[in-house]
């Protein structure tokens, strides 16, 4: 089935304390990103990636890292987790590099940060 | 950047009527305006897309329009059914994809 797998699902942590969210599809595509959906502010991208070992920044990029060392795989880090970053999180891919094809998005990530 | 403004951010209509739900954007270089649903607990799902050369588009019970002269294009659903209530999100991409705020939409049975 293809997919997009975002884990975990659920995730309550402390400031400061490194963690990173996984991402990975199963479809071959070319393009990856991320997003934080805020009420009221929909969905914000933080990263996103054209190819193997192209990054480039979204919108709100400011406390994230991301890498893409494999085609399906896409993690989202959190070197040092402040409240502000609690926030329901979004993985999608897309076929097209130039994200002009249908985007598929995982399940989401609830993050929330003490 | 791109900017993508989506209106109304709530929306309530009677089971059976139509809604209609607005959006502009600023890059006159986009070509590609897809729409998505989200559902509670999910992640957003294509529902319609439409590309810069093409006015309107059609898929049973939903349409989407673009004017790529004034920069904004509009989803229309038909005939609706209390399935449709979710939060629709507007989109617009060159090279990258910028979403609107969403829309909350309720079918009342």
């Known amino acids: 089935e293809a997919q997009v797998t975002q884990n975990p699902r659920y995730l309550i942590t402390v400031t400061g304390k490194k963690l990173t969210v996984t991402c990975s599809q199963n479809m071959n595509h070319e393009y990856m990103s991320w997003y934080r959906q805020d009420p009221g502010l929909g969905l914000r991208q933080i990263y996103y990636s054209m190819n193997v070992e192209v990054t480039d920044k979204g919108d709100v990029p400011e406390g994230y890292k991301v890498s893409r060392k494999e085609k399906r795989n896409f993690p989202l880090i959190l070197e040092s987790p402040s409240p502000n970053q609690t926030s329901l999180y979004f993985c999608a891919s897309s076929l097209s590099v130039r994200a002009n094809t249908e985007a598929f998005f995982g399940q989401g990530t609830r993050l929330t940060v003490v | 950047g791109e900017n993508v403004e989506q209106h109304p951010s709530t929306l309530s209509v009677q089971e059976g009527d139509s809604a209609v739900i607005k959006c502009t954007y600023s890059?006159?270089?986009?070509?590609?305006f897809p729409w998505y649903k989200q559902e509670l607990g999910k992640g957003p799902q294509l529902i319609i897309d439409?590309?810069?050369?093409?006015g309107e588009k059609k898929d049973q019970r939903i349409a989407v329009t673009l004017n790529k002269t004034a920069k904004h294009f509009s989803l229309h659903i038909t005939e609706t059914q209390p399935e449709d209530s979710a939060v629709y999100f507007c989109a617009a991409s060159f090279t990258n994809l910028f979403f609107g705020t969403g829309t909350r939409l309720t079918v009342i049975p």
């Open positions: 890059d006159s270089a986009s070509n590609y």
């Open positions: 439409i590309r810069s050369n093409v």
